[in-house]
Structures are given as structure tokens and as C-alpha cells.
Antibody, heavy 123, light 111 residues
Framework: EEQLVESGGGLVKPGGSLRLSCAGS????????MNWVRQAPGKGLEWVGR??????????DYAAPVKGRFTISRDDSKDTLYLQMNTLQTEDTAVYYC??????????????WGRGTLVTVSS | QSVLTQPPSVSGTPGERVTISCSGS????????VYWYQQLPGTAPKLLIY???QRPSGVPDRFSGSKSGTSASLAVKGLRSDDEADYYC????????????FGSGTKVTVV
């Protein structure tokens, strides 16, 4: 069974940093484009960014609100996705989901999702 | 403010057919596939429709997607109480910086 498990969330002060991890299993992680999506309390879904698989260059793309502050990386030897978040702001408070686009016939579809990890930015 | 516009809420009675609209532009829906996600209360989103109108295995054929020009829609027929959820359209937006964008979301209520 395909599974994604996020970890690393918690309470952080404004201006602080946090690193989230997402461990994948049950599918070919190295072939997937991996995404981060967040959801602020009571709000809708917001795409944070993604990282392509290495065959497509392994490059990341970011949403405008997080560009320059967040960094997405992956370690295919560990089937793990990361989100390094710096200079955190109160508006970054959200549940952060990782989601996998397995490519092939699913190109562009976020087929597998984790349960999310809560990040709270507050003084 | 999302670049994809959805109605905030839609309601229907059991067995009824409801539709959710998703309006975009030439830089997103007009040139890219549309995806639909269902988010049941307190859970992670789930892919419902991909490539405009394809259903992953396990998704009932009561759910169907369509796209025309810069708009898309999700239809749910034979509405059931367990269809109560938030529904989001999504696509790639090839605008200035390029990003995956979600619609504002539609809450479906079964009355």
C-alpha cells in the first residue's frame, strides 16, 4: 500500500526555522515528482512547491509566497522528501501535506497524500 | 484569492445530481489538464478526477469531470450523505512564475 508520512511539525517563533520530512513507501519514490501542499486553519489548499525526479533534472519550483524562504529537497536513497522553512511568518501556520505525482499516466495528478503535519508560527 | 473560482457551497438532497464549477483562464485551465480533489472532514485530500475526466480506480462512476475552454466542472450524481466534503479543482498555471493552483474550494452539503 502506498504511504506518505510527514514529520517535523511543531511550534516555532516568527523568524524561526523548521525542517519537515516526508517518508514514502509502497511506490517507486524516485520516479515521482514530489509536492508540498499546505492548508491554513479553516482555509483552502495552497500549493507550496515541488521537486522533479532526477531523470527530469531534480529541480524544485516554488509558489510565490514561499520563494526564497523555503527549500525543497529529496533523498531517493531514503525515499524521503524534505521542506526546509526559514524566516517563518505567522501566515505560514498550516497543516503541511506531502503529495506524490507518480508521473506516467498520472502526470500532474497528486495521487498519494500524507496525513499532514501541523506547523504553528506564533510568539 | 485563487485564480480558479469555485462557488463556496453547493447543496442537494440524497439521490440528486449536483455540479461544481471551476472557472479559470487561458494560462491555466485553457491550456492544462484539470484535477479534482475531495477532502472529507478532518482528512487529507484525495484525488477524484485527473486529466479532466478520468477516475482513479476505486472512485465511483457517480463522479464525473468535464472541461470546456477555460472552465471545468465536477458532477456528482446520486448524491449520498458521505459525499459531504470540500471539493477543489486544480491545474497548472503557466503564468508569470508558473505554479500548481487550487480552486477556492466548494463545500458540498447533503440536506
Amino acid at each position: 500500500e502506498e504511504q506518505l508520512v510527514e514529520s517535523g511539525g511543531g511550534l516555532v517563533k516568527p523568524g524561526g526555522s523548521l525542517r519537515l520530512s516526508c517518508a514514502g513507501s509502497g511506490f517507486t519514490f524516485k520516479n515521482a515528482w514530489m509536492n508540498w501542499v499546505r492548508q491554513a486553519p479553516g482555509k483552502g489548499l495552497e500549493w507550496v512547491g515541488r521537486i522533479k525526479h532526477n531523470a527530469d533534472g531534480g529541480t524544485p519550483d516554488y509558489a510565490a509566497p514561499v520563494k526564497g524562504r523555503f527549500t525543497i529537497s529529496r533523498d531517493d536513497s531514503k525515499d524521503t522528501l524534505y521542506l526546509q522553512m526559514n524566516t517563518l511568518q505567522t501566515e505560514d501556520t498550516a497543516v503541511y501535506y506531502c503529495a506524490a505525482d507518480p508521473r506516467g499516466n498520472w502526470v500532474g495528478a497528486l495521487l498519494y497524500w500524507g496525513r499532514g503535519t501541523l506547523v504553528t508560527v506564533s510568539s | 484569492q485563487s485564480v480558479l473560482t469555485q462557488p463556496p457551497s453547493v447543496s442537494g438532497t440524497p439521490g440528486e445530481r449536483v455540479t461544481i464549477s471551476c472557472s479559470g483562464s487561458s494560462s491555466n485551465i485553457g491550456t492544462n489538464y484539470v484535477y479534482w480533489y475531495q477532502q472529507l472532514p478532518g482528512t487529507a485530500p484525495k484525488l477524484l478526477i485527473y486529466r479532466n475526466n478520468q477516475r482513479p480506480s476505486g472512485v465511483p462512476d457517480r463522479f464525473s469531470g468535464s472541461k470546456s475552454g477555460t472552465s471545468a466542472s465536477l458532477a456528482v450524481k446520486g448524491l449520498r450523505s458521505d459525499d459531504e466534503a470540500d471539493y477543489y479543482c486544480a491545474t497548472w498555471d503557466g503564468g508569470l512564475s508558473g505554479s500548481y493552483v487550487f480552486g477556492s474550494g466548494t463545500k458540498v452539503t447533503v440536506v
